[in-house]
């Protein structure tokens, strides 16, 4: 059974940094391209970033780009997130999730975390 | 960024309804579309890749259709257990973008 399970959540101050993780099991991690997605309280969904297999690839969205660092070690099957210079408007609950490359071309995120709440505030 | 609009972002229905929640794109992203059901509380449930393609367990009542910019999903009698928020999300190109969502209500 696929089982991703986030930790790291929690109360920071603006300006303050966290690290979030993500345990994985019952899939070969190393094989896929894992997954942030973000939202908000009351919120929609915001897809945060995601790394390759390999991590040779990272991308992020705007929003994150240079305060945001996702990375991965497949020795340990987790993934993580570190985040640094927190905004208020980065409080939110994060998910990780399984990125799927199916037919080389087509993305899904098929597996989920439950979620770690962050929450940035004095 | 590309940006997704889906309408309409809330509605009320009945159970056995068909109903219908467009999702459209503001560039054409071929057909480089999924579907996402979330409930209060929990994590968002794949529902639909590949703009029509179901997910492995998703019952056959839902179905996807589209291309370009504009897509659909459709919920041919909807259940009890349907009534939750709806996410569209494109990945022709990053940042990946998703919806502002649809909330199906019990009428």
């Known amino acids: 059974e696929v089982q991703l399970v986030e930790s790291g959540g929690g109360l920071v101050q603006p300006g303050g940094s966290l690290r979030l993780s993500c345990a994985a099991s019952g899939f070969t991690f190393s094989s896929y391209w894992m997954t942030w997605v973000r939202q908000a309280p009351g919120k929609g969904l915001e897809w945060v970033a995601d790394?390759?297999?390999?991590?040779?690839?990272?991308y992020y969205v705007d929003s994150v780009k240079g305060r945001f660092t996702i990375s991965r070690d497949d020795a340990k099957n987790s993934l993580y997130l570190q985040m640094d210079s927190l905004r208020a408007e980065d409080s939110a609950v994060y998910y990780c999730?399984?990125?799927?490359?199916?037919?080389?071309?087509?993305?899904?995120?098929?597996?989920w975390g439950q979620g770690a709440l962050v929450t940035v505030s004095s | 960024a590309i940006r997704m609009t889906q309408s309409p972002s809330s509605f009320s229905a009945s159970t056995g309804d068909r109903v219908t929640i467009t999702c459209r794109a503001s560039q054409g992203i071929t057909s480089f579309l999924g579907w996402y059901q979330q409930k209060p509380g929990k994590a968002p449930k794949l529902l639909i890749y590949g703009t029509s393609t179901l997910q492995s367990g998703v019952p056959s009542r839902f179905s996807g259709s589209g291309s370009g910019t504009d897509f659909t999903l459709t919920i041919s009698s909807l259940q009890s257990e349907d009534f939750a928020t709806y996410y569209c999300q494109q990945y022709y190109s990053y940042p990946l973008t998703f919806g502002g969502g649809t909330k199906v209500e019990i009428k």
């Open positions: 999730a399984r990125e799927d490359l199916v037919w080389g071309s087509y993305r899904k995120f098929d597996y």
């Open positions: 790394i390759k297999q390999d991590g040779s690839e990272t």
